[in-house]
């Protein structure tokens, strides 16, 4: 049994793993990180192995904690990673990104790929059928942009993700929910259709916090799952223990 600990950059999210399915899982926030890990091993006693990734610099006591509890396995810019990173500045790419880029390769082998990680930013990773990691996009989130429009004006609001009603916003609010969903709907689908002319076959892969409402708004062929990051620890820590 393994667990899988993702700290985002506003969330810690885990996830308990028997093999190749998903038994439970869990958001957090990081100050409830300790107590929270502690509570996990006394509820699954079979955890034996355990694999931790963070985008930020990872927090000791939680990774102290970890390797007393269970065989941890760090995810670092270090790691043994399944595909040939391209990026021209391998040592400042986002542990996420990789672990992301990871999972798309192992699990939809031989095929082009993007995934698309909607959470505090959204990012976009490709990978090609030859799985050389090639790039691809940082762009801020729903929370990021709703925030930014109140931080840096006199007069918008604070709001917090809506439908909008319209395209045409024709009010205050209904301009703000239509600037950022319809502009975060429009760029994801910009984005897909721009790799498509450049690669005709293409996997996408749509994940993060906001997958799940996001997915209802797009117009392509997509695969929708807000577990991929987890789902990517775990076959990352398998291909990992395979090729040990
Ligand atoms: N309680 C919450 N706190 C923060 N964001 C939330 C919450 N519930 C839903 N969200 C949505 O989730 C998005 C953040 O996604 P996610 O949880 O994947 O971010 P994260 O923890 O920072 O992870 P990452 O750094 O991997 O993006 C926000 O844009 C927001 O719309
Ligand atoms: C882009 C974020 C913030 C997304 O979580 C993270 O992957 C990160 O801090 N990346 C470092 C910069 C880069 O990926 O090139
Ligand atoms: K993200």
Request: aromatic share 10%; net charge negative.
């Amino acid at each position: 049994m393994l667990l899988a600990i993702d700290v985002g950059n506003t969330r810690i999210k885990v996830a308990v793993f028997e093999k190749d399915s998903l038994l439970w899982r869990d958001v957090f926030r990081k100050e409830e990180a300790g107590k929270k890990i502690e509570k996990i091993f006394e509820k699954f006693p079979e955890i034996e192995n355990s694999v931790f990734s963070s985008v930020g610099q990872p927090d000791e006591s939680v990774v102290n904690r970890l390797a007393q509890n269970s065989k941890l396995t760090v995810i670092s810019s270090e790691t043994h990673f399944p595909f040939d990173n391209k990026y021209e500045t391998p040592k400042t790419l986002g542990v996420d990104r990789m672990v992301l880029a990871s999972g798309a390769t192992l699990l939809y082998p031989d095929q082009n790929r993007l995934v698309i990680d909607a959470g505090t930013c959204i990012t976009y990773d490709f990978i090609n059928a030859e799985n050389q990691y090639l790039g691809g996009a940082i762009s801020p989130g729903f929370r990021l942009r709703y925030e930014s429009l109140h931080n840096y004006t006199a007069k918008l609001p604070l709001l917090t993700l809506e439908q909008p009603e319209g395209f045409i916003g024709n009010s205050t609010k209904q301009s703000i929910h239509s600037g950022v969903v319809n502009g975060i709907v429009n760029e994801i689908e910009g984005f897909v259709s721009r790799y498509h002319e450049q690669y005709q076959h293409l996997t996408v892969i749509l994940t993060g916090g906001d997958a799940e409402f996001l997915a209802e708004n797009i117009k392509n062929t997509i695969f929708a799952n807000s577990n991929f990051l987890l789902e990517s620890l775990n076959h990352l820590h398998n291909y990992i223990s395979d090729n040990d």
